[in-house]
């Protein structure tokens, strides 16, 4: 991880709040493995709430139940270029929160599906982009090494 090609990636931050350890561990672990993703925690929803606004992150990845989904209402009403990837706590399916308010279930949760999940937020933005730098990124599974 430490050699660089010389181009600068640009980062997207992921805030992760409220997870289950062995979950939170596991999403962890695969974004962190992503050279243009960077993990960002809060410790719960309150304090994502400044996260987001203090970090500028682009997604925000939590659990998926009851009193949570009061709090997605409330992120995304705050940031609304902020999309909310609720997961279940056994981490076997998840939801993509956007403004709407607009639930796409996701299926099945695995590495490559929360990856895909992660950036077609960057790859399908919303009216306002997460930053004032932030476009439409194409994004590809598809790992090259050099």
Request: aromatic letters at 2%; proline letters at 8%; a negative charge.
């Amino acid at each position: 991880m430490s050699g660089t090609s010389g181009a600068t990636l640009e980062q997207t931050r992921v805030i992760l709040v409220e997870m289950p350890r062995m979950l939170g561990e596991i999403v962890r672990e695969v974004v962190s493995n992503e050279p243009d993703l960077e993990i960002v925690e809060a410790d719960d929803g309150d304090a994502a709430l400044a996260t987001i606004g203090a970090s500028g992150a682009c997604v925000v990845i939590t659990r998926r139940e009851d009193p949570v989904r009061e709090r997605i209402g409330r992120w995304l009403g705050t940031r609304p270029q902020v999309r909310v990837l609720a997961l279940s706590t056994d981490g076997r399916d998840g939801a993509l929160y956007e403004l709407q308010p607009q639930e796409r279930l996701l299926g099945e949760i695995s590495p490559p599906v929360l990856l895909a999940a992660i950036r077609d937020t960057l790859t399908d933005p919303p009216a306002q982009p997460c930053s004032p730098s932030r476009q439409r990124f194409p994004f590809s599974l598809q790992h090259t090494q050099d």
